[in-house]
């Protein structure tokens, strides 16, 4: 989840985007990209990472750097569970397309038809009862960016809020920061609300019905969320925070607290490329073809890029967010993704779905000096070029 994100993911995420690379004028290919790769982690100090490139439906190269767990010297490899952080939105944001295909609900639906307690935020205008379903994917709600802003970073502390009791006490603090649907405001809690009306309306707790309903039918069959199931503790990747000379080992597992459906996916980056299979269109055989379009059909995928906001200062000019997902326009093409970035983990996941091609970059260091930026610049251009190709 982006907490910070708006001060370090979407930043990272602007130069990813803004570093797109006319196609002629760069045809490095995946060598070229391994060693950008390789010349961030160096530079950023990361302890571990990988990349992966997916083309209709298929992965055609990988590449991994350093250790899932240093003091071990356990290595990165294909097994190696990471956390996505932010990507989870983009579980929830196809929940509730799925829901609004089986005509459980619409876009233009009130939001507080299912959090009625959101009422409580402050809103002398009246304006929360206008939010909708489709301003909270598209992140124009005009709610809070962090979920928990009231945080003095105790050690004591919960990483994030335990229980929706907790989100509703804190209603009353907070205000509409501008009028519903009028322009861009990234919000974490939003998702928290999507969650809420998928749980009201199934009677599934989110988790429960993500695997039913994605996980499962898409074969992601390592993908969970919470503390690591004991079968795949081998191959659960440690979380690390560099600032200089300093590194904090954050361990394998960290509670996300109710914050799940928001940030709190963990997976290889072999699910991860079944997820690319999936959204791009390109499953290798009819049978995923068909369980594929059981989860949501093609044409509901592509209206969730269609940019529905212009992310205007945070993001490049012509970058927007559609539903649940954030996309870029250029040279008559589109790029379309999401990126991650909670306790130390950094990822990004990012395709072009006409040409079904997709990347994914992850890593298990974030540095809050900002070193290896300009080794992340020049890595996100080596990535952006190869979705172009």
């Not at 799940?260 to 690319?276: F, T």
């Not at 967010?321 to 379309?336: C, K, N, T, W």
């Amino acid at each position: 989840m982006m907490g910070p994100a708006v001060r370090t993911t979407l930043p990272m995420l602007a130069l990813l985007l803004a570093a797109v690379a006319p196609r002629a004028e760069a045809q490095r290919g995946w060598a070229d990209l391994a060693r950008r790769f390789d010349a961030f982690v160096e530079a950023a100090g990361v302890v571990g990472g990988s990349a992966l490139l997916v083309r209709k439906g298929e992965v055609v190269a990988r590449h991994h750097f350093g250790f899932a767990d240093r003091a071990t010297k356990r290595r990165v490899g294909d097994r190696t569970i990471y956390h996505w952080a932010s990507v989870t939105k983009t579980l929830t944001a196809v929940a509730v397309l799925q829901l609004r295909d089986r005509g459980r609900l619409t876009l233009d639906d009130r939001i507080t038809r299912w959090v009625p307690e959101l009422r409580e935020v402050h809103d002398p205008g009246g304006a929360v009862d206008s939010i909708t379903v489709a301003m909270l994917l598209s992140h124009s709600s005009g709610l809070q960016t962090p979920t928990w802003p009231w945080s003095r970073g105790e050690s004591w502390e919960p990483f994030e809020p335990t229980t929706w009791a907790q989100l509703v006490a804190m209603m009353p603090y907070q205000r509409l920061h501008f009028r519903p649907g009028s322009r861009f405001g990234y919000s974490n809690p939003g998702y928290l609300y999507l969650a809420r009306a998928i749980e009201r309306l199934t009677g599934d707790p989110w988790a429960v019905y993500v695997q039913k309903n994605l996980w499962a039918p898409l074969g992601m069959s390592r993908s969970y969320v919470g503390a690591t199931p004991y079968h795949l503790a081998a191959d659960r990747s440690h979380g690390y925070r560099r600032q200089g000379d300093s590194l904090t080992d954050g361990g394998a597992d960290f509670d996300p607290g109710i914050t799940i459906p928001n940030g709190g996916w963990n997976a290889p980056v072999e699910d991860v490329a079944r997820y690319l299979g999936f959204l791009t269109g390109f499953p290798a055989d009819s049978a995923s073809r068909a369980r594929h379009a059981g989860v949501l059909s093609r044409r509901t995928l592509e209206e969730m890029w269609i940019p529905v906001v212009k992310t205007g200062t945070a993001l490049p000019e012509l970058a927007s967010v559609g539903l649940g997902f954030f996309s870029l326009e250029a040279d008559g093409r589109r790029i379309v993704g999401h990126t991650g970035d909670q306790a130390g983990y950094r990822s990004y996941v990012y395709f072009d779905p006409v040409a079904g091609s997709g990347i994914v970059l992850v890593f298990n260091t974030t540095n809050d000096d900002g070193a290896g930026a300009r080794e992340m610049v020049d890595l996100s251009r080596e990535a952006i070029t190869l979705l172009r190709r």
